[in-house]
């Protein structure tokens, strides 16, 4: 069965930081698949984070977080991490990992979603 599954997430005050873990099992997302992080804040839409091809070669951050966070891969241990630092209040969200064959930052062209892990970022 194919699973993505986020940790990492918490309750964390406005500066700290964080590092969320995407473990993914199953099927082999090979170096054609995508990997994404995505948040949604209460009464929001689901948003573009981060992504990141297994290589490396191709990262891509919504311009609200490009200087904050950094997503990385451990190829090993079929992991994407998503370092968050200097945290603010409006980073609180529930943060999802996906994976998309050649997804970029598009939503829809992703496939397969993790059940997401809650940040909140105390003031």
């Known amino acids: 069965q194919d699973q993505l599954a986020e940790s990492g997430g918490g309750l964390v005050q406005a500066g700290g930081s964080l590092r969320l873990s995407c473990a993914a099992s199953g099927r082999t997302f090979n170096a054609f698949y995508t990997m994404g992080w995505f948040r949604q804040a209460p009464g929001k839409e689901r948003e573009f984070v981060a992504a990141l091809t297994w290589s490396g070669r191709y990262t891509d951050y919504a311009d609200s977080v490009k200087d904050r966070f950094t997503i990385s891969v451990d190829n090993a241990k079929n992991t994407v991490y998503l370092q968050i630092n200097s945290l603010k209040p409006e980073d609180t969200a529930v943060y999802y990992c996906?994976?998309?064959?050649?997804?970029?930052?598009?939503?829809?062209?992703?496939?397969?979603w993790g059940q997401g892990t809650q940040v909140t970022v105390s003031s």
């Open positions: 996906a994976a998309g064959l050649n997804a970029g930052s598009r939503l829809s062209n992703y496939r397969y």
